[in-house]
């Protein structure tokens, strides 16, 4: 096998058929079966390790599976919380034993949590295992917890399950896995000692959390649940929003109004979050142009506007209210053809700073008794011509990046009484984003929390990203580390100085506390604040 590695390694295969071809060859040669992608690249990274040869970077895209999973400059790590009341009484949700409820044990990453045990160490502990194992280099993680309301969840649990997840993270570098978990009948104190531990060594860490993703209902989103998400170490929230009409709410028994997705809209936005929207096109009580006349709303409404959009077209799966509904003749779900045009004329209107991360969800087919079956609706989209202008359709994923080719762009909207600035860096003919950054200037913010008033008269660095394929620091320079977020953080402080702003604050995840400090930023109260001498 160390003979074929360095075979391979001299020949230099541009692309895939040209592997394919080496490997045919070299198995002609002494006789073997063709050898796997998956077990070439488990040699390679042992020599690699070894010190027995050099990195190809140009190999291991070769090699590695699903590449896409990185090509967003993180690596997303979904974990599951373990099965718990829900305050909510959903018409459309399941209800499974031993499972969260609305999530189903084939999904994938329940599958995954189950086989885990809901342990939050082994669940992250062994993803990473299995991205590197695939020829990805995880070491920005975004963090995604998902299991319904976080926050109807018990505090120490909170507490104990975010901290395991840095602990494994902190840990993965040695390749020991030390699965015996911190018992969760602590104290609260020392469980928060615990996290804040594991948060100050996952600053310097290989395998650095970058961002904490957290799921719950709009009605639980308060100052105090918020100022603990920021303790946790949260950059973004995910709220179920489903749609923007108070009588569709109702019929769904989803047990709150518009009224609080607003507010709780607000209130996320005030304190930096990123925000997130489950949306449920097809709900009992709703028509595709309801459906549709909601979703300009949430551009047009300065009470919403949120950043990522998750759609979760309405299905129906046996354990909810809605299947009984659906047994009766109440329900019937759009047909492919009205969910289809109906995505279509909905991602005409997504302006460019809104990310569409999913257009269904990860449901598999046996599961789903009636409604949307079409797994792979947004290639069926691009199939179909439909031009889409979110920064998923946009983002760079593995494109070189030309400097002639750079050209930096500035949109302005309101939101939630404060002025949004979405800054990036595209390409010339605007199809193509290399990074950008949020900016929000508030107007109107006032926080109660003495603590965090602060933030009322800040300017608030919401999100800084910069897109290509995930790129360690210190490897070979793409489309991240070659200065754009440095200059999107200047052009983002232009504008706060332009604006009268002192004081200027970013919601940072704990894995990239350092990078802002190399700019003067400094640690309070879990944000990196810059104030003006």
Request: contains cysteine; glycine residues 6%; aromatic residues 10%.
């Amino acid at each position: 096998m160390e003979k074929f590695i360095r075979t391979i390694l001299k020949a230099k295969p541009k692309n895939e058929k040209a592997l394919a071809e080496l490997k045919r060859r070299m198995a002609k040669e002494v006789g073997q079966p063709i050898l796997r992608n998956s077990e070439i690249l488990k040699e390679y990274l042992k020599l690699l390790d070894i010190g027995e040869i050099k990195r190809s970077e140009d190999l291991e895209k070769l090699l590695r599976k699903r590449a896409i999973r990185t090509l967003s400059g993180i690596a997303p790590v979904a974990v599951l919380t373990k099965p718990w009341p829900c305050p909510g009484k959903c018409a459309y949700c399941p209800h499974e034993k031993n499972v969260p409820t609305s999530y189903l044990s084939n999904e994938p990453a329940v599958m995954r949590a189950i086989r885990n045990k809901y342990n939050p160490y082994n669940q992250v502990y062994s993803r990473l295992a299995v991205l590197e194992a695939n020829g990805h280099r995880p070491e920005k993680i975004e963090l995604i917890v998902i299991g319904g309301t976080w926050s109807y969840l018990p505090t120490k649990y909170k507490y104990w399950f975010i901290a395991e997840c840095f602990r494994a993270a902190n840990e993965f570098q040695l390749k020991i896995k030390n699965n015996k978990p911190i018992k969760k009948i602590l104290s609260l104190s020392i469980l928060k000692k615990s996290l804040a531990d594991g948060q100050k060594k996952n600053e310097k860490a290989k395998y650095k959390l970058i961002g904490i993703t957290l799921e719950t209902r709009p009605d639980y989103i308060n100052e105090k649940e918020l100022i603990e998400m920021r303790e946790l170490g949260a950059t973004r929230v995910e709220i179920g929003v489903q749609a923007i009409d108070d009588k569709i709410l109702e019929k769904n028994k989803r047990g709150h109004g518009v009224k609080e997705i607003a507010e709780a809209t607000k209130l996320l936005r005030d304190f930096g979050f990123k925000i997130t929207y489950h949306l449920m096109p097809g709900l009992p009580g709703s028509t595709a142009k309801k459906d549709l006349v909601f979703f300009k709303k949430l551009f047009t409404d300065e009470r919403f506007q949120p950043d990522q959009l998750k759609f979760y077209p309405t299905v129906v799966t046996k354990g909810s209210l809605l299947y009984r509904w659906w047994k009766k003749g109440e329900y019937k779900p759009y047909s492919d053809k009205v969910l289809q045009n109906l995505i279509v004329e909905c991602k005409k209107i997504v302006p460019k700073y809104v990310r569409i991360i999913r257009l269904i969800r990860d449901i598999p087919g046996e599961s789903i008794v009636a409604g949307n079956m079409i797994t792979n609706l947004r290639q069926v989209m691009k199939q179909r011509g439909v031009e889409c202008h979110c920064i998923r359709c946009r983002e760079c994923g593995d494109k070189k990046i030309l400097s002639k080719d750079l050209k930096l762009n500035i949109e302005k909207y309101s939101a939630n009484g404060g002025t949004e600035y979405f800054i990036s860096f595209d390409s010339h003919d605007e199809k193509t984003l290399y990074g950008f950054c949020r900016v929000r200037l508030p107007r109107q913010s006032q926080l109660k929390n003495k603590e965090f008033n602060f933030l009322n008269n800040s300017a608030l660095i919401r999100e800084l990203h910069v897109y290509g394929e995930l790129v360690a620091i210190g490897a070979k320079k793409k489309t991240q580390h070659i200065g754009l977020g440095k200059k999107l953080l200047s052009e983002a402080e232009k504008i706060a100085h332009k604006n009268k702003f002192k004081n200027i604050t970013i919601i940072s995840g704990v894995g990239v506390r350092g990078y802002y400090k190399k700019f003067g930023y400094k640690l309070y109260k879990t944000y990196l604040v810059k104030k003006d001498s």
